[in-house]
């Protein structure tokens, strides 16, 4: 390999590529790099190789000395390794076994009709309002918000807190802040566990069924409930986001969308796919020493697995910085793969349908009320996302 890339990537717009990291992904789907921090890693870019990787035990997010390691970025909770090295993959395996009850199939099923109701009356709002309108503020932020309040059993006024929390928890740039906001995020689910306890209902919610869990401690319970509350709602707003504004950005894909709604599924999936590619990755750190796509990676050396830039591999997806919800099935990298596939992946679908075919029924003339390259995004959180949606109708 040659001197090392230094991320983060330079961006061409909201809705393409980094054309740096175009560039490396043809040259082959392994790269020496920089991270925004300066430190040395692997990015991964090759759609076969991130999905076997994702579900590859010979990497893992715990390492054996942390304070070495080499981060993504300054947020505490992504930036850097997490869990204990020894028993992390016996962690995971509890920890999806722990969760996995409450988000199967038939509960998510449950939860449909009451996505529906919260999406038309955030939209009955934003018809009342009347245009123009600011649909990151209408809907895209308080509907997954809303879902995941309901799901997990936190109350809905404290949105505002506990959003603000979320967002100094996920800063990249900002260690400080992002300590700070993980420890007022754990404060506030230790205080919902000890609420819950009390109410003695072990059934109304996750967080309470959770709690009520044999061998699971009020701190455990705690920590796990606010992992879900962020990882439930910022990345549905950034996909309602996104796909809004992909939809309105080609308008011949949203006209089409409203000529047939029976597209709303492939539509969903594109969506999922089609994020601009950012430099980012799934941080791993290899266990051992491994060979990936003919580049030797040392024991303890971090491993980007960048799922965007795996979901852009022209070799699996044909003209892929093409939108285009008539895209044949192939199945996308976004929720991960395998043992690490994201648990919450049924509910994500369930908004994000919910959310678009309503949208094309009651805002069939829906478009942009500004130039894309005017918009605001969110460049200093892990997450990221437009930070405003100015539309007409």
């Not at 076997?52 to 070495?68: V, Y």
């Not at 998510?108 to 009342?128: K, W, Y």
């Not at 992992?227 to 439930?232: D, I, M, P, T």
């Amino acid at each position: 390999m040659s001197v090392p890339v230094q991320l983060p990537f330079e961006q061409a717009g909201p809705l393409q590529p980094a054309p740096l990291l175009r560039e490396l992904q043809l040259r082959g789907p392994i790269h020496a790099i920089r991270t925004a921090v300066g430190d040395p890693a692997w990015l991964v870019t090759g759609y076969e190789q991130v999905r076997r990787l994702l579900d590859d035990d010979r990497l893992g997010r715990a390492h054996r000395e942390p304070e070495r390691a080499s981060r993504t970025g300054k947020s505490a909770m992504f930036g850097g390794p997490l869990g204990d090295f020894d028993t992390e993959q016996a962690d995971h395996r509890r920890m999806r076994a722990l969760l996995q009850p409450h988000f199967s199939p038939k509960r998510m099923r449950a939860l449909r009709g009451r996505v529906e109701i919260l999406t038309a009356n955030l939209l009955d709002e934003l018809v009342a309002a009347g245009p123009p309108a600011d649909l990151h503020a209408a809907l895209a932020l308080p509907l997954p918000i809303a879902v995941i309040c309901e799901l997990l059993g936190v109350p809905y006024e404290d949105r505002a807190q506990f959003r603000a929390w979320t967002q100094a928890a996920a800063d990249i740039t900002d260690r400080a802040r992002s300590e700070q906001g993980l420890a007022e995020l754990f404060g506030y689910g230790q205080q919902l566990v000890a609420r819950k306890r009390a109410d003695g209902d072990a059934d109304a919610d996750v967080i309470s069924r959770l709690a009520a869990t044999e061998g699971v401690s009020d701190d455990e319970a705690a920590a796990t409930g606010m992992f879900l509350l962020f990882a439930g709602h910022e990345t549905t707003v950034v996909a309602i986001g996104m796909g809004v504004l992909w939809l309105l950005a080609h308008p011949e894909q949203w006209q089409a969308l409203v000529a047939d709604p029976s597209r709303i599924d492939a539509a969903v999936e594109e969506i999922l796919r089609a994020p601009s590619l950012g430099g980012g990755g799934i941080p791993r750190y290899a266990r051992v020493d491994l060979d990936i796509a003919g580049v030797t990676v040392r024991v303890g050396e971090l491993v980007l697995l960048d799922t965007g830039a795996g979901n852009h591999d022209a070799a699996v997806f044909p003209d892929p910085d093409r939108f285009d919800i008539a895209r044949s099935a192939v199945a996308h990298l976004t929720f991960g793969y395998g043992a690490r596939y994201c648990v919450g992946a049924p509910l994500a679908r369930i908004e994000l349908k919910t959310v678009f075919s309503q949208l094309i029924a009651r805002f069939p003339a829906l478009r942009l009320a500004g130039p894309i390259e005017e918009l605001r995004f969110n460049t200093a959180t892990l997450t990221g996302g437009p930070a405003e949606l100015p539309v007409m109708w």
